[in-house]
């Protein structure tokens, strides 16, 4: 049979080359009309355009060189797999097949790995497996929430809603962690850049005013206390630098060690939440992550147990999930779930009043729904007067810092230039 030779366009405008065999250029075309190609130049083995055949036989060899395969602990960035859930919620809804959306996210997606899975996806469909059997198989990419309301999706027949709330789900969720980010962000750089300022200082410039002082004044004891304490803090500094980066560093790893364990990371995530300023941005952020969870899971045909083993594993917080635990145990006992909630001392009156209405009018994951809208209306808020609470705080702080080295430099100058015109008069 024949080789044609071919340049297209595919459903995206795009240009395509590449080769394939069919009895005549009719049935060539006809073949690429098949595969959503529109043909603009077939060619003949053999015969026609020569520039034609060298750029298809180019992308046929292109298309035969190293290929990146994604294993099963592979990993890509939560805006990453947002973008595909929301593009092939886009895609089925508006009537495209699975397979054939699959197809198309695969060759326009630019990150490799989330390229090679996108089409491993697709094989694994066409070879008759489930949607959810194949995303089962990239645990680091599609965690138990994905993978189950995707399950409930086609079990329900369903599956572009269930796309559309995932996407709904993975938009919000990205919204509200970039809000609390840049929230905890903020103070840090700010005292980062202060202490690397307070470091230059005492190791640098410090110790070079000590020798002017000496010179001109030849003894410390006429130095201002100020001056003296400034001083001796930085000789301190100067002489014990490997033991206090040496300490910095054991510390961090203490710390490491002490949240691998449960009973270190129960004690520091109950500690965020009671934290001073912060604590209430955390538990806010647990509550809308909470209640947006299970609501989703829910509402997407999840049964309720299983969406609170789901949930529990997703809360990102321990003491949330101790709580998620005791809540699951009451269901299951065909008890409320107001009452754990209530003894947990975590979510506030209001969230276990809303539940519990839920729970009597049968609207539980609307009203779920509904709590994580408030709440992540609470952490916009909560977010906005941290961040304008705290840049007067660090500036205060920078400048009593930095002033409190720069005074302590510049009064005994002032005490010098004050001597040199007593004498002069």
């Known amino acids: 049979m024949p080789k044609f030779h071919y340049i297209a366009l595919d459903q995206n405008g795009q240009e395509v080359a590449g080769e394939l065999d069919a009895s005549n250029e009719s049935e060539a075309i006809n073949s690429l009309r ?4 529109y043909p603009t130049q077939v060619v003949q083995e053999g015969k026609g355009d020569a520039a034609v055949k060298k750029r298809a036989s180019a992308t046929v060899s292109k298309s035969k060189g190293k290929v990146i395969k994604a294993g099963a602990n592979a990993k890509v960035k939560g805006k990453t797999l947002m973008i595909f859930t929301r593009q092939l919620a886009t895609l089925i809804d508006a009537g495209l097949p699975l397979l054939r959306g699959l197809t198309v996210l695969a060759r326009q997606e630019p990150t490799p790995i989330m390229k090679s899975t996108i089409s491993t996806l697709a094989e694994n469909v066409q070879t008759g497996s489930t949607f959810s059997e194949t995303l089962s198989q990239y645990p680091k990419i599609f965690n138990k929430l994905y993978v189950n309301m ?7 027949g369903v599956l572009e809603i269930v796309l559309n709330r995932l996407a709904e789900y993975q938009e919000k969720a990205q919204k509200l962690k970039n809000k ?5 962000i903020y103070p840090v750089i700010v ?8 470091v230059f200082l005492m190791l640098v410039i410090v110790p070079r005013f000590e020798k002017i002082f000496e010179d001109m004044l030849g003894s410390a004891d006429k130095l201002p ?28 790893i203490t710390w490491r060690m002490f949240a691998s364990t449960p009973g270190g990371r129960r004690s ?3 500690w965020k939440l009671k934290i001073p300023l912060f604590g209430d941005v955390q538990r806010k952020t647990a509550i809308s992550r909470f209640t947006r969870t299970l609501g989703t899971l829910v509402t997407s045909g999840v049964p309720i147990l299983q969406a609170l083993n789901i949930t529990r594993e997703t809360a990102g917080n321990a ?9 699951h145990d009451a269901v299951k006992e065909g008890e409320s779930m107001v009452a754990p909630l209530e003894s947990s001392n975590v979510f506030p009156p209001m969230v276990i009043s809303m539940v519990d209405v839920g729970e009597e009018t049968g609207q539980l994951p609307e009203m779920l729904l509904k709590i994580a809208d408030v709440y992540e209306d609470e952490v916009d808020n909560a977010v906005s007067a941290l961040t304008s609470m705290l840049e007067p705080i660090m500036i205060v702080i920078l400048a009593l810092v930095v002033g409190t080295i720069v005074m302590a430099l510049f009064m005994p100058l002032i005490e010098v230039i004050k001597g040199l015109s007593s004498g002069a008069s």
């Open 150 to 156: 995707v399950k409930a999706g086609e079990l329900g």
């Open 319 to 327: 003491i949330i999930s101790d709580a998620i635990v005791k809540v």
């Open 268 to 270: 520091i995530d109950g």
């Open 34 to 37: 098949q595969s959503q190609l």
């Open 191 to 198: 005292m980062v850049i202060a202490s690397l300022i307070m």
């Open 225 to 252: 206390y100020l001056t003296k304490l400034v001083m001796g803090f930085s000789r301190w500094m100067s002489s014990n630098i490997l033991y206090l980066v040496a300490g910095g560093i054991l510390i961090f």
């Open 180 to 184: 609390v980010m840049a929230a905890m």
